[in-house]
C-alpha cells in the first residue's frame, strides 16, 4: 500500500526534494547541491542516493513509494524524455528509464515551467482551475501550460515556451535564444530593467528611478508612488504582456493565467497592467479569462513534481 | 456488435453526414440543407430524422451504431456543449444531450475546425502525426489543435482561434470579431484580396494583377507567373502568416502545421512563403515544425466527426 510519494525540482544550483503523504501534504522537505560537472552526470544518481537514504533514515520500504515526480529546466516530452539541459550539462536522458535504474521506484518527468503551472494549478494561485497557464516572470520569462489538469509537453517539449513569442520587429539586441525581439526581452527582471533604462535615457525628466539602482522591483515601487515615468515602463511592459497574453489565449483558450516569477512580487498592481492591455487586443471568446498571483513561490516545483505521479 | 458510425458536418447551408464502417471506410454520404430559421430549432432534428432514416433504409439496427459525431461552427468545449454558433442562429446547446433524446445513439461534438483537424490527422495532411495544428484558410482564418490524437476545446471552446491574432497595431479596418488588426484580415481569401488592392493602388508599377477580378488564387497564379507585384503581396501574406505561426508554434508545440481551405489550393508554393518567415522567427526548439497541405478538402469535417466517436 502506498503511503509516499516524492517531489523533485531540479534548479541549476540546488535540487529541492519534498516527501509528501498520500493526501499531497509535505512531511519534510531538503536541498542537495546540483553537481553540474562531468555533463552533469552525478545529478540523477544524487537524488536517488537522497531518496533512498531518506527512506531508509524513515523505516520507508520501496513498497510504501508510489513513485518521483522530477521537474527539469529544459524541454520534456510527455513520455519524460529530457532534449538536452544546458543548464545541467545534459544532452538527451530518459528519466524514467535512468531513476527506475537507479532507484527501483516509478519516476515521471516534466520541464520544470510546466511543472510549475501543474504545482499552481493544485495548491497555488490557479486553484480550482483546470485549466492554467502559469507565466514566470524571472530572469527569463517562462510558461507552463496545463490543459484539463494534464501538461501540455508539445512534440519535442517545447510547448509553453511564451517567453520567445516574437513582440518586437524594432529589436536590435540578441535574446539568449538566438532571436530579436522576444516577449523575455522586455518582460523578465532583466527586461523590464532595460525598458527603464532606455525610457531614462530618452528624456531628463524627473524620476525616482534616476536615484539608486534600478530593477524591477524599484520600477514598481515607482510605480506605486505614482512616478509617472516608471508608470510609463510599467504601460509598456504591460502592452508586450498583455497583447502576447491575448494571442496565447486564442490558442489555448485557458480559464486563467498565474502570474510568478521574481517580478510578481510587486503585487495586484502588475497584474492591473497586463489585464488592461489583454483585454485591450484579445479575441472576444476569451475576454473573461481571469490573473492571478502565483502563491507558491519555490514550493510550486516540488508540489507540481509530486502531483504528476499522483494524477 | 457496432459495426458503424455516423460523421456529420454542420455549415451554415448544408449538413454533410457521412456513414463508416469500423475500419473508417465511407459506406455512404449525403447532404440536406442546413435550415436556419427558428434560431436553427430544426437542425438537430433534421440530422436526427436524416440519419435514423438511412438506418431504416439499410436495415441497420440502433445496436449496430458506434454513435455520431458532429462537427458544428461555434466554440464547443470538452463535454460537447456549444456556446452559440451565430450562423446556425443558436445559443448554448448540450448537443449530446440534445442529439440523444432524438436518436437515443451516444454522440459526441467538436467545433468544426478542430473536428476538420482531426480528419486530416487521421487520413489527409498530417497522417502519421498526433500533434497537428490545421489551419483553414478560406472566407476567415480557423485553426484546429490536436495534441496527442485529442482536439485542444479550451476552457470554453475558443481554442485555436487563430484567425484572432493580432498581428498588426496600424490596421485601421475592423475584423469581423470587433477587434483591428487580427490575422485573419490579412491572410484569408479576402485579406489577401485587401493587401493586392493596396499594394496596386500604392504604385503604377506593371502587374498581371491589374487586369480582372483579384482573388486570392489569381493573386498566386500570378506568383507562378513570376509577377513582382503578387511576390510582394505573397511575401506580406506569407510574413503574417509565419510569424502567427511561429508564435504559435512556441505555444504549442505541433509536430505539423496542415494548411488548407480555399486559398491551399494554390499548392506547395503557398507554404514557401509561410515557411520562410516562420523559420525567421521561430523559437529554435520548434525549428523543424513540419508543413503540409491539407488532403480532404470538403471531407475533413466528416471524418474528423466520426474520429472523435470512433477515438
Not at 536541498?31 to 545529478?43: A, F, K, M
Request: charged share 25%; aromatic share 6%; hydrophobic share 40%.
Amino acid at each position: 500500500m502506498e503511503k509516499y510519494a516524492f517531489g523533485v525540482d531540479v534548479g541549476g544550483t540546488t535540487i529541492k526534494i519534498g516527501l509528501f503523504d498520500m493526501q499531497g501534504e509535505i512531511e519534510t522537505k531538503w536541498e542537495v547541491q546540483t553537481r553540474t560537472e562531468s555533463h552533469g552526470e552525478n545529478i540523477l544518481p544524487d537524488i536517488a542516493k537522497s531518496i533512498l537514504s531518506k527512506c531508509k533514515e524513515l523505516g520507508i520500504d520501496k513498497d510504501d513509494v508510489l513513485g518521483i515526480g522530477i521537474g527539469v529546466p529544459g524541454p520534456v516530452d510527455v513520455d519524460g524524455i529530457v532534449y538536452g539541459a544546458v543548464n545541467l550539462g545534459w544532452g538527451t536522458i530518459d528519466i524514467p528509464g535512468a531513476m527506475f535504474e537507479l532507484t527501483e521506484m516509478r519516476t515521471m518527468a516534466g520541464n520544470d515551467a510546466n511543472v510549475a503551472a501543474l504545482g499552481e494549478m493544485w495548491k497555488g494561485g490557479g486553484i480550482g482551475h483546470k485549466d492554467i497557464i502559469a507565466v514566470t516572470l524571472g530572469t527569463g520569462v517562462g510558461g507552463g501550460i496545463i490543459v484539463n489538469g494534464e501538461i501540455l509537453a508539445g512534440a519535442v517539449g517545447a510547448a509553453g515556451e511564451i517567453g520567445h513569442i516574437h513582440v518586437e520587429d524594432q529589436e536590435k539586441e540578441k535574446c539568449g535564444c538566438g532571436n530579436k525581439g522576444c516577449l523575455e526581452q522586455f518582460t523578465s527582471a532583466t527586461g523590464i530593467v532595460k525598458l527603464a533604462k532606455r525610457h531614462l535615457k530618452e528624456t531628463d525628466a524627473p524620476s525616482i528611478l534616476r536615484e539608486g539602482a534600478i530593477t524591477a522591483k524599484s520600477v514598481f515601487d515607482a510605480v506605486k508612488e505614482k512616478d509617472p515615468m516608471a508608470i510609463e515602463i510599467a504601460e509598456e511592459f504591460g502592452e508586450y504582456l498583455g497583447k502576447a497574453l491575448a494571442t496565447v489565449a486564442a490558442v489555448v483558450n485557458p480559464e486563467i493565467f498565474v502570474i510568478g516569477g521574481g517580478v510578481s512580487k510587486a503585487g495586484p498592481v502588475l497584474l492591473t497592467f497586463i489585464e488592461k492591455n489583454f483585454k485591450k487586443h484579445v479575441f472576444k471568446g476569451c475576454k473573461d479569462t481571469e490573473f492571478a498571483l502565483a502563491t507558491l513561490g519555490n514550493d510550486a516545483g516540488i508540489n507540481g513534481a509530486v502531483r504528476m505521479i499522483m494524477n
